[in-house]
Nanobody, 124 residues
Framework: QLQLVESGGGLVQPGGSLRLSCAASGFALDRYVIGWFRQAPGREREGVSCISRGARTTDYADSVKGRFTISKDNAETTVYLQMNSLKPEDTAVYYC?????????????????WGQGTRVTVSS
């Protein structure tokens, strides 16, 4: 059974860094696109970053370009989101999601398998 478990969230000051992890089990990660999404209170879920099958391509929301980096480990079991220069507006619950497709996609409605989320709070 496909399972995704996020970790690494927490409280950080503006300008700080966090690394989120998305541990995958029950499926071959290299056959799936993995996306990171976030949802802040009172706002719609939005795409943050994605990594294609085989890590050939990545994509980022404009709001995080240059600050966030998505990557996979060599064993193809975990996807990471390195978040640097964090801002208060990055505060949200962050989710990873998987979909068996080829190309990267930041549209959350195109993903059917989701983790439970990890909370990130950026505040002084």
């Amino acid at each position: 059974q496909l399972q995704l478990v996020e970790s690494g969230g927490g409280l950080v000051q503006p300008g700080g860094s966090l690394r989120l992890s998305c541990a995958a089990s029950g499926f071959a990660l290299d056959r799936y696109v993995i996306g990171w999404f976030r949802q802040a209170p009172g706002r719609e879920r939005e795409g943050v970053s994605c990594i294609s099958r085989g890590a050939r391509t990545t994509d980022y929301a404009d709001s995080v370009k240059g600050r966030f980096t998505i990557s996979k480990d060599n064993a193809e079991t975990t996807v990471y989101l390195q978040m640097n220069s964090l801002k208060p507006e990055d505060t949200a619950v962050y989710y990873c999601a998987a979909e068996r497709r080829i190309f990267c996609d930041l549209n959350w409605s195109h993903f059917t398998s989701w983790g439970q989320g990890t909370r990130v709070t950026v505040s002084s």
